[in-house]
DNA sequence: CTCTTTCTGTAGTGATCGACACATAAATAG
DNA sequence: CTATTTATGTGTCGATCACTACAGAAAGAG
């Protein structure tokens, strides 16, 4: 990528411009403007909402980021960057399907709840209705991040059934949908100050849905 | 309150009032305002969307509701008498609480895809972020409205105990609080154009949840 | 009929919306 | 240094926000 200072020298230092510097962090004001939509959502919060919360002005959130609209995209990927691992680490980290889904459900318990780092209740992507506000490629996005979750859920029953985890009999569309189904019933939960261990609960009972389908109740019931 | 002009009559004919009638039907403009907030929420939605819904003159609307939280109260309350039979009719009239909570994720599959009457997708209630976007009151109707279900599905639980149905050791409200998180997930799938099918399946293997839960598991495996 | 009451349509209120013009400030390039 | 480039702060744009003043229209009361 980096050539020598003789003969063609191009993008030396990437973040070093021409004009006068930038007097705040990029990541940190679209950290900030992340966590306010997170909350109000986007019709809700105002571009005088976000220079207060970002600590800058109107101009310069429109030459940093270009728009409302082009700030929310952003800050759905920099939601995906910093929160995604909460849970969904766990889940490529286990041995089984099953142990993947368990971790979802019971990190997504705790993360949902803001009890694992500070970060608003419920998911950004879950509880976003700009879709529905008239924002047709906002929704677009958002019903983008949505499907990664049954997307990953279906790949890894897949998985589980050539390994013979569970039956090849298994509806992994429809095992997934319900585990989508808890994952995204949880967020709105959590916004009605549901506790983490309510949630858990409710994992670990759509666990036994699990269990039963898979054929795992057998050795699990007394 | 009124005294009569002679002994003591009161309330003749209540709709009938004095001045120039109103031009529209309040019921119907009423049910038109209910389907822009369900569809679009409160904020997304204008006082020019709803008059232009309505068919009326803005003085008209707030000559008649008050003002948009006042109406949006009142949507809240007509969606719910005009939609509530849908969910729980098949409830109240199950005879175990076991079909009664499978009616009531049967019927929330079917309605909330918009397959038996014509309506919105998903749930007004569930899905309404009012409370997070600075209204504090109507996020406090929302939120009650939501404790409804969870009070109703407790209260059929009880009951299932005391009639001997379910062990009384059951966790009534980890499997109330199950159920209300798939019946809520549903409606972000619905919005996401999942199909009543899916949510059925959805729904199915949320029962096997409950009767791992509820020790229907042995006789119902193979 | 007139008087009172209530609703409707027109036309606007001040406030806030998202977005930007402009001049100035602060950096690099030469 | 000067020239160029980019960011910032002030001020404001037209549009839209929720809401209403006002006058005329349509009803009952007398």
Redesign the interface.
């Known amino acids: 990528m980096q050539k020598s200072d003789e003969i063609a020298e191009v993008d030396k230092t990437p973040a070093r411009s021409r004009g006068r510097p930038r007097a705040f962090d990029r990541e940190t004001a679209l950290a900030r403007a992340t966590r306010l939509f997170w ?3 986007f ?2 919060t105002s571009i005088a909402d976000l220079t207060e919360a970002m600590g800058i002005g109107s101009p310069s959130l429109y030459a940093a980021f270009g728009s409302k609209e082009a700030l929310y995209a952003e800050a759905l990927r920099h939601y995906r960057d910093n929160n995604e691992a909460l849970v969904w680490a766990g889940f490529f980290s286990a041995g089984t399907a099953r142990e993947a889904v368990r971790s979802f459900l019971m990190d997504s318990a705790a993360a949902l709840t803001g009890c694992v780092v500070d970060i608003p209740r419920g998911c950004m992507v ?2 976003s ?1 700009v ?4 924002h047709a490629e906002l929704g677009e996005l958002v ?1 983008a991040a ?2 990664v979750t049954l997307d990953r859920l279906k790949l890894r029953l897949n998985q589980a059934i050539s390994e013979g985890e569970i039956p090849v009999s298994t ?1 992994i ?3 997934a ?2 585990v ?10 959590a ?2 100050e ?1 506790t983490r261990g ?2 858990e ?2 994992a ?10 898979t054929g795992d ?2 050795r699990r ?1 007394g």
């Open positions: 909350i109000k959502g019709e809700a879950a509880l209705s879709g529905s506000e008239g019903r949505r499907a509806d569309h429809a095992l949908r319900f989508q189904t808890v994952q995204n019933g949880m967020s709105i939960l916004r009605d549901a309510e949630l609960a409710v670990e009972l759509a666990m036994l849905g699990w269990d039963t389908r109740a057998e019931l």
